[in-house]
């Protein structure tokens, strides 16, 4: 067996006004609370550190560059660092990222046991639009704030396994797992900030959401015999509800641990890597069962055709 003991830390809301420092703070308790519960590693959401800056539309960009990290760690985040080292624990962090050339990603980084950085993931299924769109019930800005990811799906070896990592929408997406799949990924690390309501589509509520959170992660799980950690913040941020709905998922798409509340929530559980072998050894050994030559649609053509 080769298990890891990975705490989900679902983050309640973060309000505009909130710091860095006061979100860090709680952070850290979160990360003492997986500690006590002996975790290995810490998965944090998608950008963490600031409210879901993306539902305001903004024109200056001085103040949407104000949501962006400029280097990771930074002196605000060193602490959260500081505390992973000291506790020997593994971390994910997702947060806005803008590079010394100007780039602005929706990004997510995976730091060893001494907290040093050793994967970087970019988000690459950016939802939303890009202009102020009066009809909608709630803005979804990310076309506007941040670049499709330039990294692709990696995956790195880490605490003796094969780790990947996704943000948010791309877990709708079924390339997403493929590809790292492809890899032999055998745990994947997904943040989300998911509004309760569709903009566009108010029928589509909060219960509707999570039973598509959960589908997405449990599905990518089975497709690819692989451990799903999906991690949400959560709760009324400035007005605006996001789903909870946290999830730790096996290889075979159980669901083994779940969040109860919308709030600050650490969810621990043993994931045995080595349980990923027997699906990816039988119904999903790629190697003997796939048929790549009736796959080219899928990397040739972006959107669907109806034939003729």
Not at 62 to 73: C, G, H, K
Not at 98 to 103: A, Q, R, V
Not at 226 to 241: I, M, N, Q, S, Y
Request: proline fraction near 5%; hydrophobic fraction near 40%.
């Amino acid at each position: 067996m080769r298990v890891i003991n990975v705490a989900a830390a679902q983050m309640g809301p973060i309000q505009r006004a909130d710091s860095h420092e006061a979100v860090v703070a709680r952070m850290i308790a979160l990360m003492d609370e997986a500690k006590r519960k002996d975790a290995d590693l810490i998965v944090y959401p998608e950008l963490a550190l600031t409210t879901f800056f993306p539902r305001w539309y903004m024109e200056d960009q001085a103040e949407v560059d104000s949501w962006f990290e400029r280097e990771m760690p930074n002196a605000a985040v060193q602490p959260l660092f500081d505390r992973a080292a000291q506790h020997q624990m593994a971390m994910h962090l997702g947060y806005a990222e803008l590079t010394p050339d100007g780039h602005h990603y929706n990004t997510a980084v995976l730091t060893d046991r001494a907290g040093n950085v050793v994967g970087k993931y970019r988000k690459v299924h950016l939802p939303g639009h890009e202009e102020f769109e009066p009809e909608r019930s709630h803005q979804h800005l990310e076309k506007r704030y941040f670049e499709p990811g330039d990294l692709g799906f990696p995956v790195w070896r880490s605490l003796d396994g094969i780790i990947g990592m996704a943000i948010c929408n791309d877990r709708r997406w079924p390339e997403t797992y493929r590809v790292m799949g492809l890899q032999d990924v055998e745990l994947v690390l997904i943040g989300y900030n998911t509004p309760s309501v569709n903009s566009l589509k108010s029928a589509e509520g909060l219960q509707q959401r999570l039973f598509h959170n959960r589908l997405s992660a449990q599905a990518g799980a089975y497709h690819n015999s692989c451990w799903v950690v999906a991690v949400a913040k959560a709760g009324v941020e400035d007005g605006h509800h996001l789903i909870g709905g946290s999830l730790i998922v096996n290889p075979d798409g159980e669901i083994v641990a779940e969040a109860v509340t919308e709030g600050d929530e650490v969810l621990v559980a043993p994931c045995d890597l080595d349980a990923t072998r027997f699906g990816k050894q039988t119904i999903f050994d790629f190697a003997r069962h796939r048929r790549i030559e009736h796959y080219g649609l899928i990397t040739s053509r972006t959107g669907a055709v109806p034939p003729e």
